[in-house]
Each structure stands twice: as C-alpha cells, then as structure tokens.
C-alpha cells in the first residue's frame, strides 16, 4: 500500500466529491472517506479515527458543524505521521467577531494553526451551487426564493474555482504552506441581483423576496430543520448584513494563474427535452457540461465553469 495518501473527509459533500476527482485525475493516491466508505469517519466515533490516519500524509478537512473536534483529530493526525492538512472554512473568517455563525470553522481554524503541521486554510464565500441544492432548491423552485440578505452584495464563488484551488493546493506541498486563502468571485452581487441573472438566463419567472430572519428560520423549521441547524443558517445571513466579509480577493487567480468565474456572466445552454438549463459563463469559448436531471420546472444547475 502506499504511504503517500491523500486522505479527504466527508467524500459526499459538495467540494470534496470535486476535489476527490481532481486528486484522482492527477494521480494521486486518494482516500476518500464518510461515514459510508469502506473506511468509515465520523466525527462523532474517535475510535476509528487511527484507521482512516493509516499512511495518509496530507489531509482534506471540512469541519463539522460543532466547533471542538478538529482540534482531537490534528492531534491524531500528528501522532499518525500525517504532515500536511488543507482546512475548508468561511470568507472572511477573522472579521466574523461576536457572531453566533461559524464557531464550528473558527475553532477548526484554531485548531490547525495551533499544530506543528504544514497547513493551508481555504475561506470560501457562498457557493454559487447553493442557489441549486441545499438549502435553497424548493424556494427557487416554487419561484420566489425568500431569504434574509438585503443590499448588501456577496461574491459567490464557483464550487468548481474552490475544488481547483483545493486540489492544487494538496498537490503542491510546500508552495502554500501557512497561507491562508480568500477563496471570492471576482464581484459582489446582492442575492435579489443573483436570483435576477438566475431568472434571466434560465428563461423562469424567479422573484426574490426578503424576509426577516425569524421568518426564515421559522419556514426552515416547517420544512423539517431542526431548530438549531435554522438558526445557524440565519446567523449567517445576519453576519453577511453586516458587510464584513462583502469584499473579493484574487486568490483563485494567484493559485490558479486563471480569473474565478463570474456569476454575471450566466447564460442558458443545452436546452431541450424539458430538462434544466446548464449555465456557463458567456464568451469564455467554454463546452459546457450535459443539462442534469431534474423537474422541468426546477431551477436549473449552476455550472458557472464548464
């Protein structure tokens, strides 16, 4: 077996399934591992947490949604000979201040900072994808997505740019180390500028609606959240109020020699047969991907890079 293993956690989530492909096409011993895999991880069972450490010398992490565990699994980490970790965490990270949104990140951050390991964390602002998959599809869906985000504009990011930058970053030891990068789109768009290019490109009448935030967890709850999972999620969009983390950065750009896509540039592409329209950016000279599946009514998948 090899002992140069690439080892990325949570193998079903929305980067790391990206980031476990890319690892896969350069190459690059992967083990990808859930509560699911053949080797299991859960955070919340430290007893197998030795197995899946076995050879691994660089490490993916997407933190749980409780701030604490990081902190034992680097200890592990370090103990099993791993000597490289890349964090997945928020846009913005140090300016988040007294807000009740992102504990979980902050303590994972602290965590890695803290270990004698060769680190890299990746802060990323809300993924463009999310206007497509939890926990945004049925308001979009039903035509009037009702969020708590009002003028204050966003920089979306493409899932695609974070897998990109993730899998170039664990591939190239060394050249990142220490270095914290502000994974942005190259502009901010308020979420009502968003859901308008989404409604245009996609030929749907889609409406925003702004909400308070006790509304919004209040109709997450009715949807089956739990009440505490809602609140996080509109502590959120009460952080974004604040304006702190609305600025860019050109980090994809300086890891990628190439610009983050931009959410402007939305275009309907491949329709027919009722299917969703796949969305790219126009006048990149791009192939686009095949439409996905998915009710002809539903809004379609964002794929901002082909």
């Given at each position: 077996?090899?002992?140069?293993?690439?080892?990325?956690?949570?193998?079903?989530?929305?980067?790391?399934?990206?980031?476990?492909?890319?690892?896969?096409?350069r190459d690059t011993p992967?083990?990808?591992?859930?509560?699911?895999?053949?080797?299991?991880?859960?955070?919340?069972?430290?007893?197998?947490?030795?197995?899946?450490?076995?050879?691994?010398?660089?490490?993916?992490?997407?933190?749980?949604?409780?701030?604490?565990?990081?902190?034992?699994?680097?200890?592990?980490?370090?103990?099993?000979?791993?000597?490289?970790?890349?964090?997945?965490?928020?846009?913005?990270?140090?300016?988040?201040?007294?807000?009740?949104?992102?504990?979980?990140?902050?303590?994972?951050?602290?965590?890695?900072?803290?270990?004698?390991?060769?680190?890299?964390?990746?802060?990323?602002?809300?993924?463009?994808?999310?206007?497509?998959?939890?926990?945004?599809?049925?308001?979009?869906?039903?035509?009037?997505?009702?969020?708590?985000?009002?003028?204050?504009?966003?920089?979306?990011?493409?899932?695609?740019?974070?897998?990109?930058?993730?899998?170039?970053?664990?591939?190239?030891?060394?050249?990142?180390?220490?270095?914290?990068?502000?994974?942005?789109?190259?502009?901010?768009?308020?979420?009502?500028?968003?859901?308008?290019?989404?409604?245009?490109?996609?030929?749907?009448?889609?409406?925003?609606?702004?909400?308070?935030?006790?509304?919004?967890?209040?109709?997450?709850?009715?949807?089956?959240?739990?009440?505490?999972?809602?609140?996080?999620?509109?502590?959120?969009?009460?952080?974004?109020?604040?304006?702190?983390?609305?600025?860019?950065?050109?980090?994809?750009?300086?890891?990628?020699?190439?610009?983050?896509?931009?959410?402007?540039?939305?275009?309907?592409?491949?329709?027919?047969?009722?299917?969703?329209?796949?969305?790219?950016?126009?006048?990149?000279?791009?192939?686009c991907r095949a439409p996905?599946?998915?009710?002809?009514?539903?809004?379609?998948?964002?794929?901002?890079?082909?």
């Amino acid at each position: 077996m090899s002992n140069d293993i690439t080892l990325v956690l949570g193998a079903t989530g929305n980067t790391v399934r990206r980031v476990t492909a890319r690892l896969r096409l350069r190459d690059t011993p992967v083990r990808a591992a859930s509560r699911s895999s053949r080797t299991p991880f859960d955070w919340s069972h430290p007893a197998g947490w030795d197995q899946v450490l076995r050879d691994v010398t660089t490490a993916y992490v997407v933190p749980p949604p409780v701030p604490g565990p990081v902190h034992d699994f680097v200890a592990r980490a370090e103990a099993a000979g791993v000597r490289r970790l890349v964090l997945l965490s928020g846009h913005g990270a140090d300016d988040w201040g007294d807000s009740a949104f992102g504990l979980d990140m902050r303590s994972a951050e602290d965590a890695v900072r803290g270990s004698a390991l060769e680190w890299t964390i990746l802060r990323a602002s809300d993924f463009a994808q999310n206007f497509d998959g939890h926990p945004f599809r049925t308001p979009p869906a039903a035509g009037e997505p009702a969020l708590p985000a009002g003028a204050v504009p966003e920089p979306f990011i493409d899932l695609e740019d974070v897998a990109d930058v993730a899998a170039a970053v664990l591939s190239e030891p060394g050249q990142h180390a220490g270095r914290v990068c502000e994974l942005t789109g190259p502009r901010g768009l308020t979420w009502a500028e968003a859901v308008e290019l989404i409604s245009r490109a996609s030929g749907l009448p889609i409406v925003y609606r702004r909400v308070c935030p006790a509304e919004y967890t209040a109709t997450l709850v009715q949807e089956g959240w739990g009440q505490s999972e809602a609140q996080h999620l509109a502590e959120m969009f009460v952080l974004l109020e604040r304006g702190t983390a609305a600025w860019t950065s050109d980090d994809v750009a300086t890891v990628l020699g190439l610009r983050a896509a931009d959410l402007r540039g939305l275009r309907p592409a491949g329709h027919g047969s009722g299917s969703p329209a796949v969305l790219s950016p126009a006048g990149l000279g791009l192939a686009c991907r095949a439409p996905g599946s998915g009710a002809p009514h539903a809004i379609p998948h964002i794929h901002i890079t082909c």
